[in-house]
């Protein structure tokens, strides 16, 4: 009777490589977030100069050589001033929706490449999200013409980028609770809105559910959905007028429990974060032959 291996499964864990993050700038003043593998990256909106961008990649000792796209998520000012001049520069595609692409500088739509709500996109050498970043466009509530939101993920992480959102609608929530970490929206402080030189029309614009959220919605959102493996929190687009760091923070860190909270600022870079998640795979590992009857095999990946 011939001899027949068994299999003998067992767990291991195996960590990802990992995505990293930053912001180069977050406020009415000029948006951009990079996130990136290490060997491909997006950014997601240029509300910068070139040469301001240029020199904010440089300080984060980022190569523009592994950004492979730019992603917009409306024709804002403050998130598309320097994206066709950076895009053209550096021939990189420009992902942006037709009705956004209508209101853009014109050298946008020569670059441009078109995406819809839920429909993920590769980007990289890979064509799957285990060896290509994928970027997974959401629509948001804004006062935009087409306004979106994105995940971008790569091998089970995925980093949002949520902000410019008038409200914290069930797609905002249901991505949201996806995030191993997220730049969310933590607009203003309602009091200071409420009291502050602003006109009404302008303070009604700003909250009226089209505009952006306040510290106390982004904090709902966060108590409410936050994953139980969300380690990172960058509080984004904070007003000048209407909102101060310490009271953004002030309003979450009680609240943080195991996750990282910081600000992504509107006059300098933010730290790089290194975002990491282990996967578990069941393996087979080949025991001592014995002599069976009937052959038994364990499933590999069970």
């Not at 578990?280 to 001592?288: G, I, R």
Request: hydrophobic residues 35%; proline residues 5%; charged residues 20%.
């Amino acid at each position: 009777m011939p001899a027949i291996w068994r299999f003998k499964k067992f767990t291991i864990y195996l960590p990802t490589m990992g995505l990293q993050m930053a912001s180069l700038n977050s406020g009415s003043n000029g948006n951009c977030y990079y996130i990136g593998n290490g060997h491909d990256a997006v950014l997601i909106d240029i509300g910068l100069s070139l040469r301001e961008t240029e020199i904010r990649l440089k300080q984060l000792q980022l190569s523009v050589n592994t950004i492979r796209a730019v992603f917009i998520s409306h024709e804002h000012t403050d998130h598309i001033r320097g994206v066709s001049t950076f895009a053209n520069k550096y021939k990189l595609p420009i992902y942006i929706t037709p009705a956004t692409a209508k209101f853009g500088p014109r050298l946008i739509r020569p670059l441009s490449k078109s995406f819809e709500a839920n429909q993920p996109i590769f980007i990289g050498d890979g064509d799957n999200d285990n060896t290509a970043l994928m970027v997974t466009p959401f629509k948001k509530e804004h006062d935009a013409a087409d306004p979106h939101s994105f995940i971008v993920s790569y091998q089970g992480i995925h980093i949002g980028v949520i902000t410019d959102i008038g409200i914290a609608c069930d797609r905002v929530a249901h991505y949201f609770q996806q995030c191993h970490a997220a730049f969310l929206e933590s607009n203003y402080d309602e009091v200071l809105l409420r009291t502050g030189r602003y006109s009404q029309p302008l303070k009604d614009r700003i909250s009226n559910g089209k505009g952006h959220i306040s510290n106390r919605q982004a904090l709902d959102l966060f108590r409410h959905y936050r994953p139980k493996h969300m380690s990172h929190l960058l509080l984004s687009h904070l007003s000048k007028e209407n909102n101060q760091p310490e009271i953004a923070l002030n309003t979450f860190l009680p609240h943080a429990g195991q996750t990282n909270i910081s600000i992504a600022s509107r006059y300098e870079v933010s730290n790089m974060f290194t975002i990491e998640s282990a996967h578990t795979y069941a393996l087979s590992l080949l025991s001592t032959p014995k002599p069976v009857v009937k052959a038994v095999q364990g499933n590999l990946f069970g």
